[in-house]
């Protein structure tokens, strides 16, 4: 693990900084090379204990976040996270049987999760997908009113889109099913509206898009369905 009294705080970069809070060094060290591969400069922390004091010394663009760690639950990194360095993009990486947890991270303003065992291409798109989210993000939050009525008119026209979808094109529905929120790319969505949908979240669905026809429902059920299980 990196050493923070090495690290010189005064480096100029234009590499997106990137830290990884993962207790598995051997996926830890596999990340850290496909991303450095990518141009990305790159920090491993084993613990959750040491990710929040590398976060309190140090600027980072995102926050790689398993929250299964040795020393405390990693969800408190999360929030620490996103209360103290808001700039700071955060995506939590997960199992099947713990995305509910992923859910209730991105409502403390996580940005994305992925499931693992995730393939290469997954986290190179997640990342980049975060990254352009934080770039946007200033410019997002001084929208007025009027646009902001209007993105939330786009958003729910978009769910019906991908509800409806999944009814009528199976292999859609299938990577869906298997690659989460990074198979909605192509729509203007919110994490939080793409981590709705990947995890079959029908309650935010009913209070922010309203309420589904059975064909809409169709891939809801059949997620859930698969998480109970």
Not at 148 to 154: A, D, G, V
């Given at each position: 693990m990196i050493d923070l009294k090495e690290r010189d705080?005064?480096?100029?970069?234009t590499?997106?900084?990137?830290l990884i809070m993962e207790d598995d060094l051997n996926v830890a060290k596999g990340l850290k090379m496909i991303l450095?591969?990518?141009?990305?400069?790159?920090?491993?922390?084993?613990?959750?204990?040491g990710a929040m004091d590398a976060i309190g010394k140090y600027d980072y663009?995102?926050?790689?976040?398993?929250?299964h760690l040795p020393d405390i639950d990693?969800?408190?990194?999360?929030k620490r996270t996103t209360e103290t360095?808001?700039?700071?993009?955060?995506?939590?990486?997960?199992?099947?049987?713990?995305?509910?947890?992923?859910?209730?991270?991105?409502?403390?303003?996580?940005?994305d999760f992925i499931s693992k065992p995730f393939t290469e291409e997954q986290i190179k798109t997640a990342i980049k997908d975060a990254l352009d989210f934080n770039a946007s993000k200033i410019n997002q939050e001084n929208l007025p009113l009027l646009d902001?009525?209007?993105?939330?008119?786009?958003e729910k026209r978009e769910v019906l889109n991908v509800l409806n979808r999944t009814s009528e094109d199976e292999s859609f529905w299938l990577h869906l099913m298997e690659e989460g929120t990074a198979a909605l790319t192509e729509y203007t969505l919110t994490?939080?509206?793409?981590?709705?949908?990947?995890?079959?979240?029908?309650?935010?669905?009913?209070?922010?898009?309203?309420?589904?026809?059975?064909?809409q429902l169709m891939f809801i059920y059949k997620r859930l369905e698969r998480e109970a299980w």
């Open positions: 705080k005064t480096k100029e970069t590499k997106p900084h990137i450095e591969e990518q141009g990305y400069d790159v920090e491993l922390q084993g613990t959750g204990l663009d995102l926050l790689m976040a398993d929250l990693g969800m408190q990194v999360v360095k808001p700039d700071t993009g955060v995506i939590v990486m997960t199992g099947y049987a713990t995305s509910s947890l992923a859910v209730d991270a991105m409502k403390l303003g996580a940005h902001s009525q209007n993105n939330k008119s786009i994490s939080e509206a793409k981590s709705a949908i990947a995890s079959g979240d029908l309650q935010w669905i009913n209070e922010n898009v309203g309420e589904l026809t059975q064909k």
